[in-house]
């Protein structure tokens, strides 16, 4: 009978281990995070009429601010709204700073290949653009702004938008 209680025992203690040990984390989930969303710094809306199959353009953009030193980066997206027409944009963003202290902030020149690109093609360069493709260091400060955009291959009627924004980042982004 002392065999049997023991053995009811040991059997009690097994399931009950058997239970403990069932109960054991799958999966443990620690989320640690860094936020650095870029503010956008200006922001224009401009209409250009196009009826020569090549040209330019140089439109101000004012004045902007960059708040600190940092990182700036162009952002484009075009939009073809009528799909008749074929065309390549090109363009330069200039930013002339507008105090020149004696240690001297030097224009910076981000140049802008293939913007939009509608029914053709584009070849460019493959090197890496700071300031279009990549981040580019900026001391903060005021800067007058330029667009420069110029066009090839235009060709036959429709619409199209193109959106460019100029970012900034106290970090790579």
């Given at each position: 009978?002392?065999?049997r209680?023991i053995?009811?025992?040991?059997g009690?203690?097994?399931?009950?281990?058997?239970a403990?040990?069932?109960?054991?984390?799958?999966?443990?989930?620690?989320?640690?995070?860094v936020?650095?969303?870029?503010?956008?710094?200006?922001e224009?809306?401009i209409?250009?009429?196009?009826n020569?199959?090549s040209?330019?353009r140089?439109i101000?953009?004012?004045?902007?601010?960059?708040?600190?030193?940092?990182?700036f980066?162009?952002e484009?997206?075009?939009?073809?709204l009528?799909?008749?027409f074929?065309?390549?944009?090109?363009?330069?963003?200039?930013?002339?700073?507008?105090?020149?202290?004696?240690?001297?902030?030097?224009?910076?020149?981000?140049?802008?290949p293939?913007?939009?690109?509608?029914?053709?093609?584009?070849?460019r360069?493959?090197?890496?653009?700071p300031?279009?493709?990549?981040?580019?260091?900026?001391?903060?400060?005021?800067y007058?702004?330029s667009?420069?955009?110029?066009?090839?291959e235009?060709?036959?009627?429709?619409?199209?938008?193109?959106?460019?924004?100029?970012?900034?980042s106290?970090?790579?982004?």
């Amino acid at each position: 009978m002392l065999h049997r209680i023991i053995l009811v025992a040991i059997g009690i203690a097994l399931a009950g281990f058997i239970a403990f040990a069932s109960i054991t984390n799958i999966f443990v989930v620690n989320i640690r995070g860094v936020v650095n969303v870029p503010r956008q710094i200006f922001e224009k809306s401009i209409e250009i009429e196009i009826n020569a199959s090549s040209g330019s353009r140089t439109i101000d953009l004012g004045t902007v601010t960059i708040p600190g030193d940092g990182y700036f980066k162009i952002e484009a997206q075009g939009s073809i709204l009528d799909k008749g027409f074929r065309i390549v944009v090109n363009g330069v963003l200039r930013l002339e700073p507008v105090y020149k202290p004696l240690t001297g902030n030097s224009s910076i020149n981000i140049s802008m290949p293939c913007l939009l690109v509608v029914n053709t093609t584009c070849y460019r360069v493959m090197v890496i653009i700071p300031g279009y493709d990549t981040p580019l260091r900026i001391p903060g400060g005021e800067y007058r702004a330029s667009l420069d955009i110029a066009w090839g291959e235009a060709e036959g009627t429709g619409s199209f938008q193109l959106v460019i924004k100029g970012l900034y980042s106290e970090n790579p982004f």
